[in-house]
Every structure is written in structure tokens, then in C-alpha cells.
């Protein structure tokens, strides 16, 4: 609250005294003026041309590749925390497929209801279904880091609901990137670091190359390869003579790659041929528990780690064309295919069940999610009305594939039971889309936009949805905005299909536990129910003053409600003599399952303050300002859900954030310098609900400017070593001073600071 | 690290008094540098006391007339005319090109043949379709191609001090 205040006042204090820019362009020489930044502009939000993202009708974020280059972050997913507060993202460790795929949140929703957009089309999500409790638990969602950050031109945050011109997913905000076109320069970059704590050895390189083609066509490549190594952060295990550490706690050991093509063919009559694919492979290695000595064990009588090797493909395909009619319409075909495959192998470890001839290293099965979409979209300006309409079908197909039988008989394999020939799936749905997108200019400082979408899906029916927003300058400098949607987010095919079970020997007995469908016997017999979509209603309300064209301020209240949310039940054992007979006739000691489970409202608000000054000696400071706080109060219950359920939904994740990001350029030096702070949250365990306190970390990188071709720099990311408050308990599991000592939802991770050097040539 | 925010904070605040430069309106550079190209170009001599800018289906706003209203190019008042159709163009020294399709460009170049008027626009692929000079935008940078070979063609004389501000584009019929 004191922060909040304290930001109040600098806000008024700025609103009063700040200096109005002098227009003295016309003396400047033709050479400065071609040197002059011009305004950012971004089309995410609406469906008129692109446009001053701070006269957007909804709050929208613009992030540049200078500015991600300055930030010296090497993974998306670290960008946008790094630039926006209400972005939140997870390292985790023993969470298995989880610890290879970083989940995200955005202004406190899940990962899956952020739509992702690429070149302005959606993005598929990863077949990875997040099984393990935390903030991004329970959800399918898009791989961010799939995308290297050397082919992106700019992101675009859209924060607000958008389902209603987009679909599905668009509840709290949109993410839309957009990759490197027309180039003048091509990079090469390498980039190398390690931890404070002397692991975590990262090395990365980059390159992008750009041919120009006709008519300011172009084809651009970018290939970025990473490597790290993990970190290890786990404490002592206990149960051992003498403790040692065994189990790992901290970043992977990962190899990836990805390559992205980009092109644009023009033709001399306008029109535009455009494509670009995105392939990512990543070779991922995390560990699971230890497994203590066990004398009468055969094969590791003195104790093992089981590690889990994800290996994941991911590639999408954009085909597409655009122009214009005779009578001025624009055209836009696409199609985009999108695939994902994460699979999962075991090594070092055993299947108990299969004694001294178990194998060692085994094939535990692998999810597939295939999207398909094709859109065609048109778009007219006649006057001040601007008309969009659309056509859009998807075609989605989620596929289960049961690892080695070795994997999952019996006990299954020690550390993650593969997917059993009963999990397997191969399930397809269709959608239908169509919307309309209307804006009306009444003039320079009026202007009203309406949206209405509908949407047909094969498996659970039809929803439409509108948008309504509006924007009004009162003053050619202060803009006031104002927006009211409805939205949803149809059940991910993997949370319709999704079962994970595994035996383990309870009283002497193998019994099934686990991940059923909603559709299964158990699940039914337990009130599971079919899934139906998420709906939502948004509200934004907010203002943006320009002091001067350099330097801004933006407020912006939010208001998210959303009904029937889809959660992982907890697990429920038969508690009547009818569940315990559907128990009993498939041997199952207990399930869960995917239900709409809570009613749920988020609010808040993002105060954003912005400044570029340039000193007479020509060196310039650029400043950001930015608090946000959201909170989320469950408003129903559709279904009982666990106190630690409904405490990581409410409070699993930092309330506020706050940053303050500096760069300051003199002469052949840039220096940016990032300082974050992240609120108080609690995380749960076994019966208690532990609060971790606020966080602050510095990000420092410093660059040289050595000549035209050549950069070097040298910084680090959470450079004085924060970390984060231990479990307050004593466990030899999850404790202050047991293996994991404190919690996976760690806004900063776990691993600390990172050093690093990195060189780029231009050429 | 209280400290560290706070004096972040207090340099933010510091430079807000102080702003004397600006992420500038693309549309409004677009009209500036029209202008200032001109300054670049040998013209010939002429009975005309008004050096004319025609604007061919404006796209910019009222930024050509506020920018230029009251200066003089080569000695001369700087006179802004607006034109929806090629058939209207009177006497200019440049026509910029807000809007057109292909088919009205190569009418519009098929007009222009052998009039000495100095063709400037940010249409894409403006150059090599025929144009000069042609207005483009990387990374929030305005940038400038030159057809020299069409400019030689229709007698406009670039000086050399310009060229080196420029990419040189070959056009399709050079």
C-alpha cells in the first residue's frame, strides 16, 4: 500500500511539472531526422491498421529486439518477466515434465488462458499436460521458449480479454510476436555464463541472416543453439549415512535448438506470398527423488537417481497470401499447421516388479498435439469506419502413445511410470469460427470498436462472444480508455483426454492411482461430469497522459471473472460403498480428474511510467516504471477443492511486482540496468500454508559498442544472489533442511545469480 | 536495495523535467522529409514562383500543410496541393504518392513521363515498381531507396550528398 501510495504521488508530481517537448525538428538535417526514433506502433487489440500503441483502446505493451538485446535475457519466457510485471514464470525441479516447459501466468491467469500469437496466427500449446500442482498446474500451454529470441522483432502484450476477436484462450491477455521482416543487417552472437555458485554453464549462439527479395520482400533465417548445464541447488538428503546431496534441484541439463524461417514474396500487383516455420528440438535431463540403498534390491543396492530425459519437437508451418481487392478490401488466407511431441525416457533407474531383469533405461511413452488452422480474413476502411470479418476453422488431434511395457507393468518405472496401453489416445475435435470487428472514428479524439464472435466445437458445441471498447482523448495528450468483453476458453483436448496411472503397492497390493478422464467409470462414479468451457467477462478501465511525445504515463484497471474453471481434482479415495465397487472392479486406491471446478474473479491494476531524456552531451537515459497488483478471490465452487488448492490459486503467486528498468547510452556504452521486486505469496504443503516474503533482484548488463560490426557486454541477472525464503518446516523431503528447501513456484527460480559475456557482429 | 529503487525512481522523475526530445509521429517525419529530400535535388529553372508539393490521395493527415505552410524550397514558397486523380495534377516539382495500387502507379508513371517532377512515396516496393524515392521504416528507423536510374531518366538531378543517405534500387524497367 505504501508503495502504491509512493507511486501516487510521484504520478501527480510528474502530471504538474513536467516540461512539454520542443518541436524542433524542421532545423535538424535530413541525416538526424532519418536518425529520429519513430513511435512504436502495434495492431494486437484491434483490427484497424497499426497504430501509437499508447492510443491503443486497450492496454498494450510493446517490447523491441533492441530492447531484449539490452536485456541480455536468452529465453522468452525470461524476457517478458524481465519487462512486464504481471508476467510470472516457474522453474521447477522433481516436477517432471514440468521442470523441461516453463509455465507462465499473466496477470494471475493460467498459462492456458494467454493466447499466443505468431506473425499474428495462433500458436499450438505443447502436449505436455502439467500433472504437478503449481501455478501452472492442470494446463496444456504454449512452449514459449520454442521461439528463439534472435528472430523476434517485437512482442506485443495485449492486457486484456480478447476472445471475442480472437477465440479461445484470449481471457487475460494475448501475446503476440512478431518475428524479424525486412532487415537490413545480419548477426551473429554468442553468448556464455555460468552461475555464481560456479554451475549452471549456459553457452548460446545466434544468428540471423536476411536476404532481400523483390519489392521489399525478404526471406530471413535464424538459428539459435543453447546449452546448459544444470544447477544444483538441492539440500542434503537425510536419509542417508552421512546426508549428502543426490536429487537435483535447479535447472536442467538441456541441449536446444531452433531454426525459424521468415519470408515475404511480393508480387508487382501487391500482393503478398508470406511463410514462415519454426522448429525447436530440445534434449532435456532433470532428476526425480533419490532412491536410498535397499541392500535386498537388486541392480542398485546402493541407491539411485532416476533420470528423466524429455527429448521434445516442436515445429509449426505458415502458409499464406494477402492483398487487396480492386475496391480496396484487404485479403488474408493462411494456414497453419502446428505439431508438438514431448517424450518421455527414463534412465538410471528400475521397474521393482521386474527384479534383477528389469531394464535400466526406458521408453515411458509420449504425448502429441497436432492444430491445424486455416483463417481467411478481410478487412475495408471506408471514411472513418473500419469493417473486419473472418472465417476460421482449426482442426486439433491429441495423441497418448504408451511407452515400453517394461515402463508402466507392475510398480512401472521407479521415478515416472510410463503411459500404459490404457492411457493411449488419439483424439481429433473440429471448430467452426466466425466474427466481425467494427470501428467507428467520430473524429481525431472519439472512437468505439465492436466485436462478435461465434464459435462451433465438435465436442461440446457453440459460444458467441462481443467486445466493446472505446477511447476518448480529452486533451490531444490524455487519452482515457475503456473496454467490456466476454470470453472462454474451450477444454483443452489433452484435459478432455488426459489419464496418467501407475500402480504402487498399497496394503500389500498393487493398486491404481492416478489421472482418469472425465469420461472414465471412476471418474463418473466421483461426480466427474463432462468439461465445458471456461466463460468470462472482462472489464478495463484506464488513462494514458503523454507529458511529451517521449515520455508517458499509463493506468490501468482490470476486472476478471471467470466461470467454471477448469482444475485437476484432488485426489479422491471411495468414501461410498458404490464408488468403492467401480474402485474395487478396476483396482484403483485413488483418482483425479479434470473438472470445472471454481468461479473465480481477478482485479487489479498496472501503473506504468515511461521516459527517454537525452543529455546535451548526446548520451540518453531511458526509464521504465512499472506496478502491478492482481489479486484472485475464488467466488464459487462448482466442486469441493483441498485449502492448498484454493491457497495456490489465491495466493501461489506474488500479488504485486514492481520494476524499475534504466538504460543509459554514452558514447560507445549502453547500460541497462533492471531492479525487480516481488511481492509476498505463500506457497502450500502437506497441512500448512508457508509465506514467502518479497523479493528484490538487480539485472545489470553493460555493453561496448567496439565498432560498427562488433558488440560486447558483459552483466548478469539477479546479480547480488537473492533467494528466495526456505520452507518454513523441517522435512525430509520438502523443508528448510531437506532436499527441496523451498518452493517451485519461485517467481526468480532457485539457481541465483548468473554471469555472462557475449560478443555480436553485424554484417 | 531500498536505496537502488528509490534513486531509479528519483532519476526517472528528474528527467521528466527535462524532456527535450521525442518518439516522433511517423506520418509527421514522412511530411518533414519530403522537404527536406527537396533541398537535395538540383532543379531546374522555372517561370513558377511557387516551388508545389502535390499530394496524391493524402494518407498523412494535415502534416504537409502545418509543417509547410510558409517555408520556402529553392527561393521559393512552398505551395501544398491535394489530388485524388492523376487527370487533376497541375504544374509540381514533387508528388508524393500516399496511396495507390499498382495499376494506378504505373498510370500514374505513364503521366508523369518526361515532366521533370521528383516522385517520392512509402508505398512498398515503390522504387522498383518506378518511383525515386521511396520512404521505409526498420526498427523505428526511417529509411530512404533511391531509383537513380528513373530520377536520371526523368531529368531529376540528385546531388551526390543525398546518395550517400540511401540505398540505390534498380527498378524493373531502369
Known amino acids: 500500500m505504501k508503495l502504491l501510495k509512493s507511486v501516487s504521488i510521484i504520478s501527480t508530481t510528474l502530471l504538474v511539472t513536467s516540461v512539454h517537448a520542443t518541436d524542433d525538428l524542421d532545423n535538424k538535417s535530413l541525416e538526424n531526422i532519418l536518425n529520429e526514433t519513430i513511435e512504436l506502433k502495434s495492431d494486437i487489440g484491434s483490427r484497424e491498421q497499426a497504430k501509437n500503441f499508447l492510443d491503443s483502446k486497450s492496454p498494450v505493451d510493446v517490447i523491441t529486439a533492441k530492447q531484449i538485446e539490452e536485456s541480455g535475457q536468452t529465453k522468452l519466457t525470461d524476457v517478458l518477466k524481465y519487462f512486464v510485471p504481471g508476467f510470472n514464470t516457474i522453474e521447477t525441479s522433481v516436477s517432471d515434465g514440468t521442470d523441461h516447459i516453463n509455465g507462465f501466468t499473466l496477470r494471475g491467469m493460467n498459462s492456458d488462458q494467454i493466447l499466443v500469437l505468431v506473425n499474428g496466427k495462433r500458436l499450438h500449446t505443447s502436449a505436455l499436460m502439467n500433472e504437478i500442482p503449481n501455478i501452472s498446474g492442470g494446463t496444456t500451454h504454449v512452449d514459449l521458449n520454442t521461439i528463439p529470441v534472435v528472430a523476434i522483432e517485437k512482442i506485443e502484450i495485449l492486457r486484456d480479454g480478447a476472445a471475442a476477436q480472437y477465440g479461445t484462450d484470449a481471457i487475460s491477455g494475448v501475446i503476440s510476436i512478431i518475428l524479424k521482416g525486412q532487415s537490413d543487417k545480419n548477426t551473429m552472437s554468442m553468448h556464455a555464463g555460468q552461475r555464481k555458485e560456479s554451475d549452471g554453464e549456459q553457452v548460446k549462439m545466434d544468428s540471423f541472416f536476411s536476404v ?86 537388486p541392480i542398485y543396492p546402493n541407491g ?65 498435439f497436432i492444430q491445424n488452422t486455416t483463417n481467411f480474413d478481410l478487412k475495408k476502411s471506408i471514411d472513418n469506419f473500419n469493417l473486419a470479418a473472418g472465417l476460421e476453422y482449426r482442426y486439433e488431434n491429441y495423441e497418448i502413445e504408451a511407452g515400453d511395457e517394461a515402463s508402466y507393468i507392475g510398480t512401472g518405472t521407479q521415478g515416472f511410470s510410463g503411459f500404459s496401453s490404457e492411457n493411449e489416445t488419439d483424439s481429433h475435435r473440429e471448430n467452426y469460427a466466425a466474427y466481425i470487428d467494427t470501428v467507428y472514428n467520430f473524429n481525431k479524439y472519439f472512437s468505439i470498436e465492436g466485436a462478435l464472435r461465434y464459435e462451433d ?113 484432488d485426489k479422491k479415495s471411495a468414501s461410498t460403498p458404490e464408488e468403492q465397487v467401480i474402485f474395487d472392479m478396476y483396482g484403483v486406491s485413488n483418482a483425479s480428474y479434470f473438472t470445472n471446478a471454481i468461479n473465480t474473479k481477478t482485479q487489479g491494476v498496472d501503473i506504468k511510467f515511461n521516459s527517454e531524456y537525452t543529455f546535451d552531451n548526446g548520451s540518453k537515459l531511458n526509464s521504465t516504471i512499472w506496478y502491478y497488483y492482481g489479486e484472485t478471490e475464488i467466488t464459487g465452487f462448482n466442486e469441493e477443492i483441498s485449502l492448498n488448492k484454493i491457497n495456490d490459486i489465491e495466493n501461489g503467486q506474488p500479488k504485486s511486482n514492481f520494476r524499475v528498468l534504466n538504460n543509459y547510452k554514452v558514447d560507445k556504452y549502453s547500460f541497462t540496468l533492471n531492479i525487480s521486486r516481488f511481492g509476498s505469496f505463500s506457497s502450500s504443503l502437506g497441512n500448512g500454508v508457508y509465506d514467502i516474503d518479497p523479493v528484490v533482484t538487480a539485472d545489470l548488463d553493460i555493453n561496448y559498442k567496439v565498432n560498427n560490426n562488433l558488440d560486447i557486454s558483459i552483466g548478469g541477472t539477479n546479480i547480488f544472489d537473492e533467494t528466495l525464503d526456505k520452507w518454513d518446516r523441517s522435512n525430509i523431503f520438502l523443508g528448510y533442511d531437506g532436499i527441496l528447501t523451498t518452493t517451485n513456484n519461485s517467481p526468480i527460480g532457485v539457481s541465483g545469480a548468473y554471469y555472462y559475456i557475449k560478443a555480436s557482429i553485424k554484417f | 536495495m531500498k536505496k537502488l529503487i528509490f534513486i531509479s525512481i528519483l532519476t526517472s522523475i528528474f528527467i521528466s523535467y527535462n524532456n527535450l526530445y521525442a518518439y516522433e509521429v511517423e506520418d509527421k517525419l514522412k511530411s518533414i522529409i519530403v522537404g527536406k529530400i527537396a533541398k537535395f535535388i538540383n532543379w531546374e529553372n522555372s517561370n513558377s514562383k511557387e516551388f508545389v508539393i502535390t499530394v496524391y490521395k493524402n494518407q498523412l493527415g494535415n502534416y504537409f500543410n502545418s509543417i509547410h505552410k510558409g517555408k520556402k524550397i529553392n527561393d521559393k514558397k512552398i505551395r501544398i496541393e491535394y489530388i485524388n486523380n492523376i487527370e487533376n495534377l497541375k504544374y509540381t516539382n514533387i508528388l508524393y504518392i500516399s ?8 498510370s500514374i508513371f505513364s503521366h508523369l513521363n518526361q515532366k521533370n517532377i521528383l516522385t517520392i512515396s512509402d508505398l512498398r516496393g515503390f522504387t522498383q515498381k518506378g518511383g525515386m524515392i521511396q520512404i521505409y521504416s526498420i526498427s523505428q528507423k526511417l529509411k530512404l531507396n533511391v531509383n537513380l536510374n528513373k530520377a536520371k531518366k526523368e531529368n531529376i538531378n540528385i546531388k551526390a550528398s543525398l546518395l550517400r543517405m540511401t540505398n540505390i534500387v534498380e527498378g524493373d524497367n531502369p
Not at chain 1, 538441456?254 to 511463410?275: M, T
Not at chain 1, 484487404?330 to 528389469?358: A, C, E
Not at chain 1, 466463460?535 to 476478471?560: C, K, P, R
Request: proline share 4%; net charge negative.
Open chain 1, 457 to 569: 466445437y465438435s465436442d461440446f458445441g457453440s459460444t458467441q462472444d462481443i467486445k466493446i471498447s472505446s477511447s476518448y482523448k480529452v486533451i490531444d495528450n490524455l487519452l482515457l480508455r475503456t473496454t467490456a468483453s466476454t470470453g472462454f476458453r474451450a477444454p483443452s483436448l489433452a484435459q478432455s483426454t488426459f489419464s496418467h496411472t501407475s500402480q504402487f503397492v498399497t496394503n500389500n497390493q498393487l493398486s491404481l492411482k492416478g489421472i482418469f478422464t472425465p469420461e472414465h467409470a471412476v471418474s463418473q462414479i466421483l461426480g466427474a461430469q463432462e468439461l465445458k468451457p471456461e466463460s468470462s467477462i472482462h472489464y478495463a478501465v484506464g488513462t494514458v497522459y503523454q507529458f511529451s511525445n517521449q515520455t508517458s504515463l499509463m493506468i490501468d484497471f482490470f476486472y476478471t471473472k471467470v466461470d467454471d474453471r477448469i482444475l485437476l481434482s
Open chain 1, 304 to 368: 539411485f537417481l532416476p533420470i528423466m530425459n524429455a527429448k521434445i519437437l516442436d515445429y509449426s508451418f505458415t502458409l499464406g497470401a494477402k492483398g487487396r481487392f480492386s475496391d480496396d478490401t484487404q485479403w488474408d488466407i493462411s494456414n497453419v499447421y502446428g505439431y508438438n511431441n514431448f517424450h518421455y525416457y527414463l534412465n538410471d533407474t528400475m521397474n521393482y516388479t521386474l527384479g534383477s531383469v528389469s531394464p535400466t533405461s526406458f521408453d515411458n511413452g509420449n504425448l502429441t
Open chain 2, 99 to 106: 496511396k495507390a495500387t499498382s495499376a494506378e502507379l504505373s
Open chain 1, 212 to 297: 532481400p527479395l523483390n519489392y521489399d520482400g525478404f526471406a530471413n533465417l535464424a538459428i539459435s543453439a543453447n546449452l546448459q548445464n544444470r544447477t544444483q541447488r538441492a539440500g542434503e538428503d537425510r536419509r542417508l549415512d552421512p546426508p549428502s546431496v543426490q536429487t537435483r534441484m535447479g535447472l536442467p541439463d538441456s541441449k536446444n535448438i531452433s531454426a525459424v524461417l521468415n519470408a515475404e514474396i511480393a508480387q508487382y500487383n501487391d500482393n503478398v506470398i508470406y511463410s514462415n516455420a519454426i522448429v525447436n528440438y530440445r534434449d532435456s535431463e532433470s532428476s526425480t527423488f533419490y532412491r536410498t540403498p535397499d541392500e535386498n534390491r
